[in-house]
Nanobody, 117 residues
Framework: QGQLQESGGGLVQAGGSLRLSCVASGSIGSINAMGWFQQTPGKQREWVASIFRTGSPKYVDSVKGRFTISGDVAKNTVYVQMNSLKPEDTAVYYC???????????WGHGTQVTVSS
């Protein structure tokens, strides 16, 4: 069974930038989308952005114009460039992959992003 592994989190000041990466190790089957989610203590995991085999990337409104998702779904890689970071972006960020007809089936272990004011 394949796994997803994130990297690139860290501590940054407000207004700064970070780039998160996610790659799959091993086989994760046929995937039609990959994405990023964020989670803060006491809250549910929330979707941030997705890329698909075809079509345009999608973003939650709060990150539009600041975050850019990229990657290659066929190669099971996804990245997110996060600019103009705000303290409210502080969260654990998870990479995920969606199998055809099965929803978000694969998850990474998460990487912490902390934005100081």
């Amino acid at each position: 069974q394949g796994q997803l592994q994130e990297s690139g989190g860290g501590l940054v000041q407000a207004g700064g930038s970070l780039r998160l990466s996610c790659v799959a190790s091993g086989s994760i089957g046929s995937i039609n989308a990959m994405g990023w989610f964020q989670q803060t203590p006491g809250k549910q995991r929330e979707w941030v952005a997705s890329i698909f085999r075809t079509g345009s990337p999608k973003y939650v409104d709060s990150v539009k114009g600041r975050f850019t998702i990229s990657g290659d779904v066929a190669k099971n890689t996804v990245y997110v460039q996060m600019n103009s970071l705000k303290p409210e972006d502080t969260a654990v960020y998870y990479c995920a992959a969606m199998k055809y007809g099965s929803g978000w089936s694969y998850w990474g272990h998460g990487t912490q992003v902390t934005v100081s004011s």
